[in-house]
């Protein structure tokens, strides 16, 4: 028990230095305390499941305040603008890493490179895609909240939080494994990660249908929609109809990754492009 609540008490307290020093000298002891007690509690009453429910909402909160307080200090001095520009050189870095990973497995899959950490070095491009993706999907919300109707805007606001929902899981996980040597005790973070990854498909598919009526884009404003729905290549081909010969074993994941990355690249180009503003109504 004392080794697991003394490796949380020592990343939370690592994670503190997200924020500014200021900060940390007033606050930085009490939360600490509170977090150990927190901690103390929940594993006598709930174990390592528990410990990790912990942290989940922990992470959460922690980077959200850590951020809003150095921005207020004004050590985050990134403008909206800044954001919004950066939107399209981040999508296309996104599909770029994305890419890798569908030509990484599918050279795994295919027996064209046998060794097995090639498998583990070709998912790491995809769980780090998720970093510049929220930055990414932050800036085409604030691109795009003045002229995507409101199910655009929802939609982009459940991608956002679905990105950054995928990045706590991925964390959790890493937790899970310095805490508990029981991988079946915590798979429900497989699920809430799944879960996530397809709230930013959903996110996609609301701001996709929504931009088939509203068209914020400079063109090509069927794309989110193709992004969304290519979630569907990750089901298994033989429910589509597709011959027995495909080698299905490797197929879907390429297919399914190599479309994705392929819309993300394309989104990219588009949001380098100038955006389009609602124009007002004149009165007749």
């Known amino acids: ?33 509170t977090f150990r007690d927190a901690c103390r509690a929940t594993y006598r009453g709930k174990g390592v499941i528990g410990l990790l429910g912990l942290w989940m909402p922990t992470l959460f909160d922690l980077f959200k305040t850590a951020f809003e307080e150095r921005t207020r200090q004004g050590e985050i001095a990134m403008s909206k603008t800044r954001l919004i520009g950066l939107a399209g050189p981040l999508t296309l870095l996104v599909g770029g890493l994305w890419l890798a ?15 097995e950490a090639l498998l583990g070095l070709a998912a790491l491009p995809f769980f780090l895609s998720f970093i510049p993706l929220l930055f990414a999907l932050l800036g085409t919300r604030l691109r795009f909240q003045g002229s995507a109707g409101a199910a655009g805007r929802f939609g982009l606001m459940l991608s956002v939080t679905g990105s950054a929902g995928v990045i706590v899981c991925v964390l959790a996980s890493i937790l899970s494994g310095m805490l508990s ?29 929504d931009a088939l009526v509203t068209r914020p884009l400079p063109r090509w404003n069927l794309l989110p929609l193709l992004l969304g729905l290519s979630v569907l290549l990750s089901l298994p ?42 124009q007002p109504v004149g009165v007749g």
């Open 101 to 115: 990973s569908a030509v990484g497995d599918a050279a795994f899959q295919t027996g064209v490179v046998r060794d």
């Open 237 to 278: 081909l033989e429910w589509f109809g597709v011959p027995a010969f495909l080698p299905a074993e490797w197929a879907n994941s390429f297919l399914h990754f190599a479309f994705t990355g392929v819309c993300w690249v394309l989104l990219g180009f588009v949001m380098l492009e100038p955006g389009r503003e609602r």
């Open 1 to 33: 028990m004392r080794d697991r609540l003394v490796i949380s008490e020592r990343i939370y307290q690592a994670l503190l230095y997200l924020y500014p020093k200021a900060f940390r000298m007033i606050y930085g002891e009490q939360m600490r305390q």
């Open 181 to 209: 040597q029981d991988a079946g005790q915590v798979s429900w973070l497989n699920y809430a990660a799944v879960v996530c990854v397809l709230s930013i498909r959903i996110g996609f598919i609301l701001f996709g249908v």
